[in-house]
Every structure is written in structure tokens, then in C-alpha cells.
């Protein structure tokens, strides 16, 4: 009894209050809606059913999305890693003239992506876009129907899916050992071998990673098949959407969730496996910086030099098309008529002066700042907690923490639907679904893993000694925290809010299951503008639109790659 | 054996390398010595073929090799960071050169296992991952994969400079064994002067891309030929001033008061009675005990004169001690 006195003395009120509304947070949106997801699909009516089983084998076309997603998986591994490796070889390894260039267009990715990119390819190669109409003319035989089904998915994923070469390709590249290379060519190598027998095994860890990541995203297509996929290519997220919008057919959507949550989940574990067993990285202690390789052959070299600039244009072409024709009339868009007369600011003022042109705005930012901020606070308290306790509770912590990691954005979706469409006792009765506060819930959740890890991180580098001293002039621990954690950490607090923000602003592929009809946000709205019957000005504001997010996406990551390279 | 006539590098504007001319002997341990920055790596690139030289000639066997491609070359090269292929294991890696010249597979093996051999490395080690391998062993296998392509020359670039300390020793040891064991011409780049006296058959010293001196390690330390290759190599009083004023005073060769006069420190004798020696009055003001020996601080005028005396069980010291201090004027330098 005294023993027990005494321990409650050491705990703090304040602690009980943290630790349970954490543990609330954590049951309530990362575990509960996940696990009755599973129950809701296999049990029905308290007894274990496989009638999900039996409605997906019988739906011919849900068959056909779940063998679509797979054919577009595998596809972007070939298609995407030589597009990848490519263009990171040209920007990195070989001297190429105009590299920075290249480099800004092949990055143009990391500003330019999701249902942004997707309307902005739509509009330059689709049957009434601006490539078709003036190629057509050129070019009697031109078939101008080609941008649709299996080909135009793939053409787009594969553009739009080389950030990851681009970040880390890159990095692994520049961290090479130029004096094996040296070596190699001292011995006699030619430049072919030492790329094949030096330079790429080196990568290969990275290269598999890179594998595992495209092929995830493959399978978990969204934006791309239901723009430009039409009916004959539709894959599993398409499809678990349609599913979803039916009460009958909910729980065909929510067993296609689980299959693409076990792949996930599968292949990460390889992943995490594979990556642990091997030495790939330099034993140098002292590397010498790399030095980009001439290529010895001319002809060689001319076709290097061309392709490179093809694929420069392919991939600003639609960014440029969707800038130009931000700033003409609608007349010109629906005609692709760029005289000089059509030009005008006219789609700039209609945000201002259109009805509800700029809600989508107000309601994206406004979702994406709350839940960035929101994001932030519970890393900031969680990371704390994995800090201090080193042991299980931290180990368990930070697992239940990083559950979204490991699951598509679509089961997450799925799992809040169906969970809290009728009131429950764990969110005090009430009803989320049909409330805003349920895309609101899911941003939540989507950003937690990224902001963790990176929070995570910076606690990690935090000198111990600092809290040490600050205790031992008799702070407390929330006034060490307060004055001295705090101010450390901050810097890097508003580089995860600016990133999640900036993450979650176009967000379309988990707005399109989660949001109000009241309050659209811009993924959504730039997703309706794609549609062949919407009215040109939509198509006008669309592009508007686009810009803005590319500016607001460019200046985010300027500050946080800026930040950290004046650092280093 | 090679022979640079007139050779001279540039990056961009910048001159690292001015008009420089030197012959290296077959057989040679040829070390070339500076601070870092004095153009002495860059020197060593042009030789393997890595840098294109603006003007000049580089010859080895009397055959101009100015233009030819390293791998023409036949120069071997040990670099900094012994750069070893991280994919590949020990024997793939001595293997590596080999395979690239198209030798049959029992000829590669056999020369790998061979060049083994005479480095040292042993069957089980052969099939290694290189990360698993100590940096003497590292250091092996980055000289054997540059020897069993049999180069006329070999090349070390600083092999030395990111050991610790011990193991440094021990392997300039093995190093300087191997080269006398192969009879290879070598030339040595290094920043340690040390690691230079110790090696090296015959230094070259350079400045700021200019050659200072050439000479044996005898002739760099004990006849230096200017002011920099003097204070760069070993310790050395610099005497200013009054200071030569006394000794001036009496000594009969005279030193120019207005130029430093240079002194090396084990030449400053406390005890001695040879003629040729002048005797200066000077008071203990600091010590430093290093265990074999402890080096003494004088002052003597407005000058601090350093020497050095072994610690052989004779008396010590004390600070504020008057002590007579013995210098030949012949030891003496001026530039």
C-alpha cells in the first residue's frame, strides 16, 4: 500500500492527461477503424463470412482492376527505372551539356505531381488537347485517340514517378568514390564496364529500394486510371472508389483495400529485410568528390545528348502548356488558340471575381494547415515519449505511430467510412461520416508517419547534455522543454509543417473518398475541370490553379532543401 | 626512367604547376613532399594520366606518354582512399585489372594468387568482403591489384594519411619492404615529413606548385637550400637580431643581422669542449618532457632557443636555471 502511494506521487497529472488522450488517438484513428474493417468484411451477422470473396471473383470487372493494377506495377518497373536511371546519369554521372538545366525540368516532379500533373498531361496529349489538335493538322494520320486505357496510364506514372530516382539515385551517385573509378580506368576499363562492373552495383540497394516503392505506387494508381485510364484500364483504387459509393457493394471496395494492404505491407518487410544484410556502402574514409564522365564515343555521346533533351521536354511540356494557358481566355483553351490577342489575366480575376471560384482554396488550406499543425504537436509530444523511454513503451509507441506508413491511403479510407458512418462510443457518439471533420481525420493520419520520423530524428540529435544542464539549474521538465527543446527543435517543427502542408494541398486520391460536398478541396475541383463535358472556365480556373499550387510547392521545398543545404 | 621536361598544369587561370623538370631513376623511391595545396598531388595525377598537362613533356622510357590515356599507360596508381571496388570481394578486386585484359580464367587465378602471396594476404582473406579487412590489410590488396597488372611505375597517393598513428608506422615499414622486395620505381606523395626521411630514396620539396629542393634525405635535412624546405622539415631554432649580434660577436664567421639565421635544435649542445664551438649564456625558461627526451626553452637575449636532450639518466633542469649553451657557427644557415 505505501509502496503504491508512492508511486503515484511520482506521476503527474499533466502526464495522465498526455498519455490518454494519446492512447485515445492512437485507438481511435489508427487502430480501431483498420482492425473493424477486417471484422465488417469477414463477419456478417456474428459469424465469419466469405461472401466478399465470392462477390469480387464474380465482378469481371473488379477482377480485371485487381490484374490491371499488377500489369501497371510491373510495367512501371521497367519502364520507370530506365527513365529514372537515365536521367539521373545525364544530370550526375555523365558530363552532359546543359545539365542544370535538365536538372530543373527532370526535378520539375517534386513540384509538379498528383491530379496537378495528371490534368496537366491530359490537356496536352488527350483527343481534344493541345498536341492532338496540332499535330493533327501537320499530320493527317495522327491518331489522336491514343491517349487513353493501359498506354496513357503508363506514360503518365512513368514521368510522373522519378522523384524517388531523382532524391535518392542522385544522392547515392554523388556519394560514390570517384577513385574507384579512377582505378577502374587505370587498370584499362572502358567507361561501358566501369558503369556496369563499378558504378551500378554500388546502387543496387538503391536501386531496390526505388523497385519496391515504384511498384507501390503502380498498384496504388488513383488520380492517373480515372483521368485518363477510361473503361478499358480501371485499377484497384478506381475501382474500391466506385465500390465505396454503394452501401451493396462496400465491402467488395473494402477486401480490395485489404489485398492492396497485405502487397504493401509484403513487400515492405522484403524491403526492410533485403536492406539490412549487405555492405554496399564505401570503405573509404576519405572520398574523393565525383567527377562527371565525358563520353568518349561522339556518337554515343550525340544520342545520350538527344535523348536527354527529349525527355527534357516531355516532362515541362505539360507544366509550360498549363502556365501559358493559365494566362489566356477561355476561348483559347477550348479552341487551343494561342493568338497573341487571346492573351489575358482574365483567369486570375475570375478566382476573385467568379462565385466560389476561390473556396476550394480556403477549404484546401485551411484543411492542410490544421492538419499539418495538428500533426506536428502529436510528433512533437509522441517523439518526447520515445525519447525519454527507450524501452517498450517507446518501441510500441512509435509502431502504432507509423501504421499509416504501412497501409494505402485507400484502406485508411476505407476503414474511417466504415467504421464511423454510425455514432460510437470511442468518438463520444458522434458521427463522422458526413461531418468535415473526417477528411480532416484522415489528412491527420496520412502526414503522421513522415513528420514522426523526422521529428523523431531531430530529438535524437538533440545534445543530451543540454537537458541535463537545464534540469541540473533546477528547471522543470516542461519548462526544459519549453525553453530549451523547443527552441532546437523548432526549426525543424516548421520544416514538417511546411512539407505536410505542402503534401496535402492538391491531395486528391484521399479527399476524392473522404470529402464534405460543402467544402471541395482543389484536388477535387482540378479533377472535375478533366472531364471532357466541364465548361472552359473551369478548365481556366483549373489551370490558375495548377500554377499557384506550383509556385506554393516550389517555395516549400525551396525552404526546406534551401535550409538545409546553407547548413551543411 | 621518367622525365618531366618543362611541364606545366593549369585549372582554368590558376598555375598549379609552373615549368617544373625532373628525372626519377629506375628503381626509385621517389617522394614528392609538401603542404597541402603545393601542386605535389596534381604532379602525381599527370604522371597516371588522370590530368591533361598545358604545356610540357612527360617521358618514361624515353617514350612520350604526354597524351597517352592512363590505362596506355602502364603506371599503377594507390590512392588516398585505396579506393577498393565495395561490391566485390578481395580477389575480384585483384582480379579486376586482369579480366579487363581479357587473360584467361586460370591465368587470373593464378597471378591473384601469386601477388597474394607476396603481399601477404592469405587464401581466406582472398575471398573477403574488402570492408571486413583491417586498413594494413586494405592497403595490401590496394597494392596488390595495382602490382599484379606488373606497372613500370607505382604510384601512392598519401597511402598513409588516414591511419592512426601506429599502424602507420608499421606499415611505412611494410611498405617501404615491398617496394624493396619488387624493385619498382615508386613515387610517393605525402604531406608527413617524416614518412618521407624514412622512405624515400631521394624527396623532391615543394612550395606554392614550385620544386624548393631535390636531394637525398640526408642532403634535404642537413643542407638545405632554402628558408621553407629548412623550416618544413624537422625543428629549427630562428635566431633574429641581437641574438646574432653575440654570436657575431664571437664567432669568427659572420651572419648578416638583418637576415634570420636558422639552427637546427639537436645542434645546441649544453655540454661540450671542442674548440670549434662558442659558448652563449642563456636561462631555462620552459620545458617539455616527452618521455625519451625533453626539449628545453632558453632565453638567450630577446631570442627563445630551443634544443633537445635525451633523457639518459643525466641531471635535470630546473626553470629560471643559468645555463651555458654550446652552438658551432658552422651549423648555422642563412638564405
Known sequence: MEKIKEYLKHIKISSIIIYTLLSWFIIAFLVYPNINLILKTFIKDGQVSLRAFEKLFSSKRAMMSLRNSFVLAFSMIITVNIVGTFIVLVTEYFEIKGAKILKIGFMSTLVYAGIVLVAGYQFLYSSNGFLAKVLSDLIPSYNVDWFVGYKAVLFIMTFACTSNHMIFLSNAIRNIDHGTIEAAKNMGASQFLILKKVVLPVLKPTFFSITVLTFLTGLSALSAPIVVGGKSFQTINPMILQFSKSPVSRDIGALMAIILGIATLLLLIIMNRVEKGGNYISISKVKTRIIKQKINSRLVNIIIHLVAYLLFIIYIAPMLLVIVFSFTNTIAINTVDLSFSNFSLSNYMLLFTRRGAFEPYLVSIVYSMSAAVIVAIICLVASNIIHKKEGKVGTILEFLLLIPWLLPATLIAMGLIMTYDLPKTILFNKNLVGSPLLMLSAYVIVTLPFSLRMLKAAYFGLDNALVDASKSMGASGFYTFRRVILPILLPTVLAVIVLSFNKLLPNYDLSVFLYHPAYKPLGIVIKTATEQESPGDSKAIMFVYSVILMIISTIAIYFFYGRNTKRK | ?335
Open chain 2, 1 to 335: 626512367m621518367i622525365k618531366f621536361e618543362n611541364v606545366v598544369i593549369k585549372y582554368d587561370e590558376f598555375v598549379a604547376i609552373n615549368d617544373f623538370n625532373l628525372e626519377i631513376k629506375e628503381g626509385e623511391f621517389f617522394t614528392l613532399l609538401g603542404p597541402s595545396g603545393c601542386g605535389k598531388t596534381t604532379l602525381l595525377r599527370s604522371i597516371v594520366g588522370f590530368i591533361d598537362i598545358f604545356s610540357g613533356r612527360i617521358k618514361v622510357n624515353d617514350e612520350d606518354v604526354t597524351h597517352l590515356p592512363t590505362e596506355k599507360r602502364n603506371i599503377g596508381i594507390v590512392f588516398q582512399s585505396y579506393a577498393l571496388f565495395p561490391t566485390m570481394n578481395v580477389f575480384e578486386n585483384i582480379a579486376f585489372g586482369l579480366k579487363v585484359n581479357k587473360l584467361s580464367k586460370e591465368e587470373v587465378k593464378k597471378e591473384v594468387y601469386e601477388i597474394a602471396r607476396k603481399v601477404d594476404l592469405n587464401e581466406t582473406q582472398l575471398f573477403r568482403n574488402v570492408s571486413e579487412l583491417s586498413g594494413g590489410q586494405q592497403q595490401r590488396v590496394a597494392i596488390a591489384r595495382a602490382l599484379v597488372l606488373k606497372p613500370k611505375i607505382l604510384c601512392l597517393d598519401e597511402p598513409l594519411s588516414n591511419l592512426d598513428a601506429k599502424l602507420r608506422g608499421q606499415l611505412r615499414q611494410e611498405l617501404k619492404k615491398l617496394q624493396r622486395d619488387f624493385g619498382i620505381t615508386t613515387i610517393y606523395v605525402t604531406h608527413d615529413q617524416e614518412e618521407a626521411l624514412t622512405l624515400s630514396d631521394r624527396i623532391a620539396v615543394f612550395n606554392k606548385g614550385n620544386l624548393e629542393q631535390i636531394g637525398t634525405p640526408h642532403e634535404i635535412y642537413n643542407k638545405s637550400q632554402s628558408e621553407f624546405v629548412c623550416d618544413f622539415i624537422g625543428d629549427i631554432n630562428k635566431i633574429t637580431g641581437s641574438a646574432i649580434d653575440t654570436i657575431n660577436s664571437l664567432s669568427e664567421v659572420k651572419f648578416d643581422r638583418n637576415k634570420t639565421a636558422f639552427l637546427r635544435t639537436e645542434r645546441v649542445l649544453t655540454v661540450c669542449d671542442d674548440k670549434k664551438y662558442i659558448k652563449l649564456k642563456a636561462e631555462i625558461i620552459d620545458f617539455e618532457y616527452n618521455g625519451i627526451f625533453t626539449r628545453y626553452y632558453y632565453q638567450m637575449n630577446d631570442n627563445i632557443i630551443m634544443n633537445i636532450e635525451k633523457n639518459d639518466g643525466s641531471d635535470y633542469s630546473s626553470i629560471g636555471e643559468k645555463i651555458d649553451l654550446y652552438i658551432n657557427p658552422a651549423d648555422i644557415k642563412q638564405f
